[in-house]
């Protein structure tokens, strides 16, 4: 460890209370088909992937193996004003309306239970108190731990587990209300972040870089071109990538494509999109632990050149409960000063030492350069 720096976790029990319950009936007619259909393609017995147990895994591996320097603390609800910076009224008034009921919202499966819309309304207000926090400078950095996620969620349309749109709610509060005037996104979770994307289309002043599986992985958007329109042409980017990318992969994008358009854009703060469904665990792709080591130390860097070292990372997706929790725990150690590993050398010295310790039992040093002793005999 070297310098320990502060940090604080955002954790909200209010946030497990969003468990959907995939026995209540769907929509009727034509999307409860398409759902069913949808479901029974899957060869499993299906369960809700997105399950209070994301949360808690991570809450009782941080419990039993604390990173020294973190602290937690409670987050809070976001208000219909804050919410209303990236969401229509007329969606708002309808997720609302399903406070206190079962409902599926989308044919892509995202659903909520009575607690839903109290959970996700805290999940969003948390992101903003994890932003809160690090602009007032109690903490060098921040990590809200939230579920539902948000990157899905468009101005008016829930999906792919999302209700409301937790950092693009954190990134208006940062513009709007807390005085920041550009705002960089970094969305690393493997899926494409198409509603962060759809929220600041237009807007120059927060700049989406993306890294995700490529279409027609879901949610099937996120090509190159999709570089933004209007003022904010050229504040969107994208890298779409093949199945299986790993370390290599995302860290040359980092370094070549994040880093350049930061220095060009200078935030006054980043905010980061952390789903751990890149991990090798998880969905698709070869991520591990040293590689989000690895690019949470350049976001770190980034920061700290550009905006006082204000980074706020906001939980999206993973769904393998181990990669989630350790993934997590391994972001909050660089936060907290820890420097990162470079990935792809882990055992490299272990292999040098078992090279010396084997090597003299098939290998002399007479024979390193020289032909077998009786090599000439044996060809006459
Ligand atoms: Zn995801």
Known sequence: MSNQNSVIAFYDERMLAHEPDIEVPFLPGRMDKRIRSLLSGLGVPWHYPEHPARLTAIRHLLELEPVPGVTFEAGMAATREQLARVHTLTYLDHISQLRGESAWLDEDTTAVSPGSVDAAEVAAGTAIAAVEAVIQGRAESSFALVRPPGHHAEPVRARGFCLFNNVAVAAAHARLALGCERVMI?????????????????????????????????????????????????????????????????????????????????????????????????LAMNVSYDGFAAMTGILQELARQQCGGRLVFVLEGGYNLISLSRGVRTVLKVLAGNTPPTPGLRGLSEVEAATAFHRSAFVTESEDLAAPPDAGQERQ
């Open 186 to 282: 970094v969305d690393w979770d493997v899926h494409h972040g198409n509603g962060t994307q759809d929220i600041f289309w237009a807007d120059p002043d927060v700049l989406c870089f993306d890294i995700h599986r490529a279409a027609p992985f879901y949610p099937g958007t996120g090509t190159l071109e999709e570089i933004g329109v209007g003022l904010g042409e050229g504040t969107n980017i994208n890298v779409p990538l093949p199945a299986d990318a790993g370390d290599v992969a995302y860290l040359k994008a980092f370094r070549e494509i994040l880093v350049p358009a930061a220095e060009w854009f200078k935030p006054d703060l980043i905010l980061v999109s952390a789903g751990f469904d890149p991990h090798t665990h998880d």
